[in-house]
């Protein structure tokens, strides 16, 4: 097994849950399909550790391959040394395209970043692309996280009981939001938490997730009945994310929020 670089950083969680929340039900009856979205931390990427990305073979020595759907780019500068960095580009947030002339670089405004270490070689990004940790198996898979360990050989009177089971609930999800701050029949863009929470009529709460599904910028506004993408101009539905304007060809993700008071927060 190949032990590389990399040095785990948060790569925002996404998750995918069906939404819409009515004011008066609180907690809204719409089926969660995963966790809350957390905000982008520096905390370590082990939570998608073991993806499978795809082959070794495909990075090329001196460049690197970007894998879209992961949202994460695996160089490899030197031979053997794999890196692994976030897709997501640190100016607006589109997924980088490709990785060329020893530089990863994003289609949208022009930032380009070194393979070595994600710092910027070219604006309009001020910040480099987190790292990613990642790994190449035994079998030339590159994987998130670190290199897994051997299986246990050892004898299992001496193997250390497993770690107690996790029971206390995880804290509840702060307020995100008054419920006076969210427009009737226009929306907020909640950047940090990578959301956007719309009313489309009265009582009426719906979020999103706030990357937009064309090349993954963060969407900016909400105007005019739709939420507005400002790389390629896609709008979406303040009602169901659906696209209202292209290049965008699918909705905003659905999130799930629940209402309590007057506060809005992730559920
Ligand atoms: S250069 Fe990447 S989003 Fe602008
Ligand atoms: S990333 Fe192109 S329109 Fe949003």
Known sequence: MTKVDGIATGVPRRTAVACG???????????RYGGPAAPPTDAPAVENAGLVLGEASAVPVGGGAVFKEQKIVVTQPA????KGFSAVCT???CVV?????????????GSKFGI???????????QPLPAQ???????????????????QTTDPETTEPPPEEQTTEAPPPEGLAATGDIPVGGGKVFESEQVVITQPTEGEFKCFSAVCTHQGCTVATVTGGT??????GSTFAIADG??????????LESRNVKVDGDQISLA
């Open 227 to 232: 939420i507005n993408c400002p790389c390629h």
């Open 133 to 151: 940790e990642v790994s190449v198996t035994a079998d030339g898979k590159i994987t998130t996280g670190p290199a897994q360990e051997a299986p």
């Open 116 to 126: 070595e270490d994600g710092a910027v070689a070219t604006g309009p990004a001020t």
């Open 79 to 82: 031979k053997g040394e794999f």
């Open 91 to 93: 100016h607006q947030g």
């Open 97 to 109: 395209a490709d990785v060329a002339d020893g530089t990863i670089n994003c289609g949208c405004h």
């Open 242 to 251: 659906s696209v209202a304007t292209g290049p965008a060809s699918s909705a």
């Open 21 to 31: 929340v009515v004011l008066a039900g609180a907690a809204a009856g719409c089926a």
